[in-house]
């Protein structure tokens, strides 16, 4: 009886002993992992033989955005000239919690009756002027859509960590900011002309904040886990890291 007690205390130690070392195991390789993927983003610093290659623009590949509490929300919202996500913009508006931020824009489309019912803008293209009617039909300054574009840019960089909230923004007003900014999608058209990857996950490799430079200069610093270390922690899938890794491949070649 003593002997099966000892036995079954052994049993227990040893059991007790391989779940620590898995723990550490496990421990550990989240720490190889999380180090590889900042040397992936940071690039080697002090290295002696870093390759300068003038055509990117950027150091540091972005991490996958966490809330801190430190955030200065924004709320934003925007008026078109229709309802298709191609549509001009014919008024921007922010709101900061202070601040507010109002421009109209001269279209370059006639906004639709439809739509004009509902925002109250209309736009006479004869003499280049914009209303906001009502009870009086009230001429409104409008302006440039790359004028007001980048006072709003220079807007919301003023904050603290801005983040954008607004109702149905994802699906609306961000497609047509992204439409009306040559911003990071540009960047992926070799790659979606050549059938790599879809322009759906290009928006959203620019959405996530990477351009082709950030991805190219991980593929240079690591070879495919290189991607692999950037793309999963963006929420990307091995099939993506593939059709990258072999677009750079050959592009090298």
Request: hydrophobic share 35%.
């Given at each position: 009886m003593e002997f099966e007690r000892i036995e079954s205390?052994?049993?227990?130690?040893?059991?007790?002993?391989?779940?620590?070392?898995?723990?550490?195991?496990?421990?550990?390789?989240?720490?190889?992992?999380?180090?590889?993927?900042?040397?992936v983003k940071e690039g080697d610093t002090?290295?002696?033989?870093i390759e300068?290659?003038?055509?990117?623009?950027?150091?540091?590949?972005?991490s996958k955005m966490k809330f801190e509490g430190e955030e200065s929300v924004v709320v934003f919202?925007?008026?078109?000239?229709?309802?298709?996500?191609?549509s001009d913009i014919t008024q921007l508006a922010a709101f900061d919690g202070t601040t507010v931020f109002n421009e109209y824009v001269s279209p370059r489309e006639v906004i639709s009756p439809k739509v004009s019912e509902i925002t109250g803008l209309t736009f006479d293209f004869s003499c280049d002027q914009m209303y906001h009617h009502g009870t009086f039909c009230k001429p409104v300054k409008s302006r440039d859509i790359q004028i007001v574009l980048l006072e709003f840019i220079d807007f919301i960089s003023k904050k603290k960590k801005p983040i954008l909230?607004?109702?149905n923004i994802a699906s609306?007003?961000?497609?047509?900011?992204?439409?009306k900014l040559p911003l990071l999608t540009d960047s992926y058209i070799p790659l979606i002309r050549a059938s790599r990857i879809t322009k759906l996950t290009a928006r959203r490799l620019a959405h996530s904040g990477l351009c082709l430079k950030h991805l190219q200069l991980a593929f240079n610093r690591d070879s495919?886990?290189?991607?692999?270390?950037?793309?999963?922690?963006?929420?990307?899938n091995a099939k993506?890291?593939?059709?990258?890794?072999?677009?750079?491949?050959?592009?090298e070649e």
């Amino acid at each position: 009886m003593e002997f099966e007690r000892i036995e079954s205390v052994n049993r227990l130690g040893k059991h007790s002993q391989l779940l620590i070392s898995k723990e550490r195991l496990t421990i550990k390789s989240k720490k190889l992992k999380d180090n590889q993927r900042e040397s992936v983003k940071e690039g080697d610093t002090y290295g002696g033989e870093i390759e300068v290659q003038e055509y990117i623009d950027t150091e540091t590949i972005p991490s996958k955005m966490k809330f801190e509490g430190e955030e200065s929300v924004v709320v934003f919202d925007l008026e078109t000239t229709g309802l298709s996500r191609k549509s001009d913009i014919t008024q921007l508006a922010a709101f900061d919690g202070t601040t507010v931020f109002n421009e109209y824009v001269s279209p370059r489309e006639v906004i639709s009756p439809k739509v004009s019912e509902i925002t109250g803008l209309t736009f006479d293209f004869s003499c280049d002027q914009m209303y906001h009617h009502g009870t009086f039909c009230k001429p409104v300054k409008s302006r440039d859509i790359q004028i007001v574009l980048l006072e709003f840019i220079d807007f919301i960089s003023k904050k603290k960590k801005p983040i954008l909230f607004g109702h149905n923004i994802a699906s609306f007003d961000i497609p047509i900011l992204m439409n009306k900014l040559p911003l990071l999608t540009d960047s992926y058209i070799p790659l979606i002309r050549a059938s790599r990857i879809t322009k759906l996950t290009a928006r959203r490799l620019a959405h996530s904040g990477l351009c082709l430079k950030h991805l190219q200069l991980a593929f240079n610093r690591d070879s495919e886990n290189g991607l692999k270390s950037i793309l999963l922690e963006h929420g990307f899938n091995a099939k993506t890291v593939t059709s990258f890794t072999k677009y750079f491949t050959c592009t090298e070649e």
